[in-house]
């Protein structure tokens, strides 16, 4: 099943299976659930068709997208539900709403009697006499109530658009033969519903496609595969480097979400921005580059490309500070504020660190300086008082923030020297700092910097850390050499389990040697693991707090790349609560007003 959604409350309902999508309505029930009496008689089936599509086509229309996506001249809009349609030969009424009919119409309405009342007003500026309640004040009165009603009756029409859910389905064709479309209108809940519905249906048609047919297997205990039945889908390839010419290695990735939400967004639009995806990479001894792509539509694309003076290593988004952090690091009047906006911080080859302003495409570098020794950054992250880069001599190094709220690059940093091995990862934990050092993990405290503890993370000495991912009370560990993970508690530091992933990965490459864990990644309860094989294997974790071992046979991808995974980024909008209230959503969703018989809607997608 590609995807299945059942709605319950309403008697007009729709069913999304397979591919194809089915409209129907079911027999009225009483409170307690059971068929009513009259309903069984006559006997017939529970739920009535109305009409079924395949999904691929189905299309979704946005005000504003009409003219590009259907033939107005043969198009019938209905209301679902409605008794009466509207004909096709009436063209001049066949045009699409810009909101629900009756609101529309109310608002011609408004506009006609403003024309006459502004008519009238002319007419009484003529008046030679002084008279009562006929007078230009009062005419000027009428006008500016009449434009405030339009204004309010315009935000109506823009609140139901929120809720308004346009289908355009595939009709039989007319007596000569053409083709009609038939446009589907749904009233949802509220706005969140109707994104959430609109992305389900086009994760159903991406799911549909060859490479997801099946795109992962399960692993049996008998040497045995079997497709899930719920699994990620995969959505688009993409080149990450524009420069053609130029044989770039990846080096890091880093999401920035969306800040401003007049950058790929509409308030009536069935899909969120999901922000940008900065990708860094170069070749090694010469220079880097970056590129920025946007997740804001169906296909990402590159929107900025710019060069840095080397190879680029890793990455870090840091957020705007909170307000309780900005009231607690509050600065004197005459003292300038503390920076607003979020950053994004590259660590390079040639040991710089550059910090670059992250509001939306804006690529502004706030500020740059050098490592101790211009040793090489082979990681950074960040606390709410300091930034961490972990360098290649094994050296620590965090600078503090400043009175403007950047790193204080102009003071002496703080270098705390772990052992001659690389650090190759650290985890920021509330009161701590995890650092690795070789096969040697080294606690330090959030605060005073101080090391409080380390502890053997490896058997061997040549498996160094690499990465390191927090889940629950429990540290998820990768290793430079052989294909295991382990799993540590993050109080008592004890080892609490060790998956072999070699396990999973031979069911996709059967005859491979083992290989070895490249990135990690948690996300919605599953524990990404990427290997230099190219495969992507998903492992289940326990949501809730507490210790996160896995117990499930996890999945393998199908769909592999030609080198290692080199890293997981999760992109996900943080817009979606505040674009979509208005201020008369904030204390319930705002749906259809009522409608009248003609346009009455009996049914809601969710």
Same mark, same amino acid.
């Given at each position: ?76 809009? /209905?209301?679902? =539900? ?16 810009? =909101? ?17 009342? /502004? ?165 090694? =001894? ?11 539509? $169906? ?168 990465h390191m991912i927090k889940a629950g009370s429990g540290v998820w560990m990768a290793f430079s050499s052989g294909s295991s ?85 999760? $992109? ?35």
């Open positions: 099943e590609a995807a299945s959604d059942l709605t319950q409350q309403a008697f007009p309902s729709y069913l999304l299976v397979n591919h194809v999508m089915t409209f129907f309505f079911r027999r009225p029930m009483n409170n307690r659930g059971q068929l009513e009496i009259s309903s069984l008689v006559p006997l017939g089936p529970k739920y009535i068709v109305k009409w079924n599509s395949a999904l691929p086509q189905i299309q979704v229309v946005e005000v504003g997208q009409e003219s590009c996506t259907h033939d107005k001249d043969n198009l019938v809009i /209905q209301n679902v =539900g409605s008794k009466k349609h509207l004909p096709t030969s009436q063209s001049s009424h066949n045009r699409v709403y810009l =909101g629900p009919p009756r609101l529309f119409q109310e608002l011609q309405d408004l506009q006609k009697d403003l024309a006459v009342v /502004q008519q009238i007003t002319l007419l009484i500026s003529t008046l030679h006499g002084t008279y009562q309640n006929l007078n230009m004040t009062v005419a000027q009165d009428w006008c500016l109530a009449l434009q405030r009603l339009m204004r309010v009756k315009e935000e109506e029409i823009h609140s139901a658009n929120k809720c308004r859910l346009r289908l355009l389905l595939p009709g039989k064709p007319d007596k000569s033969g053409r083709p009609i479309s038939v446009m589907v209108v749904f009233i949802t809940p509220n706005p969140l519903s109707k994104i959430s519905w609109v992305n389900r249906l086009h994760l159903a048609k991406i799911a549909l496609r060859e490479e997801n047919q099946p795109g992962w297997l399960c692993p049996e205990e008998d040497k045995k595969s079997k497709a899930p039945f719920w699994c990620p889908i995969l959505v688009c390839c993409l080149t990450a480097f524009s420069s053609k010419a130029l044989d770039l290695q990846l080096g890091a990735a880093v999401h920035s979400p969306v800040h401003s939400s007049l950058l790929g967004f509409s308030a009536i639009s069935t899909s969120l921005p999901q922000g940008y995806l900065w990708v860094g990479g170069g070749q090694e =001894g010469a220079g880097g580059q970056v590129e920025i792509f946007s997740l804001n539509r $169906a296909v990402p694309r590159t929107v900025k490309s710019f060069p840095v003076a080397s190879q680029v290593l890793c990455m870090e988004y840091i957020p705007e500070r909170s307000e309780q952090e900005k009231v607690e690091d509050s600065q004197p009047a005459a003292e300038p504020p503390l920076l607003p906006q979020p950053t994004i911080c590259l660590g390079l080859q040639d040991g710089s660190i550059l910090v670059y302003g992250s509001v939306d495409t804006g690529t502004q570098c706030l500020l740059t300086c050098k490592s101790p020794g211009l040793q090489p950054v082979l990681c950074l992250k960040h606390s709410p008082d300091f930034i961490f880069a972990g360098l290649q001599n094994g050296t620590v190094v965090a600078y503090s923030r400043n009175s403007g709220g950047l790193w204080d690059v102009a003071a002496e940093p703080t270098c705390l020297a772990l052992g001659p091995a690389p650090v190759r990862t650290l985890l920021t934990l509330e009161d701590a700092v995890w650092a690795s050092c070789g096969n040697q993990v080294t606690v330090l405290d959030a605060a005073t910097l101080k090391a409080q503890q380390s502890f053997e993370a490896h058997p061997e000495e040549e498996a160094s850390v690499t993970i382990r799993l540590f508690h993050t109080e008592t530091l004890e080892h609490l389990q060790e998956i072999n992933v070699a396990t999973r990965t031979t069911f996709a490459l059967p005859g491979q040697k083992n290989g070895r864990v490249t990135s990690l990644l948690i996300c919605q309860g599953l524990l990404w693991v990427g290997t230099d094989q190219g495969i992507v294997v998903l492992l289940p974790v326990p949501r809730l707090e507490g210790i996160p071992k896995i117990t499930g046979k996890g999945m393998v991808s199908l769909n592999g790349h030609g080198g290692p995974v080199e890293f997981l980024a999760v $992109a996900l909008s943080t817009l979606a609560p505040d674009i979509l209230k208005s201020d008369k959503e904030e204390e319930e969703p705002v749906a259809d007003p009522a409608p009248t018989e003609d346009e009455k809607p009996d049914s809601r997608a969710s």
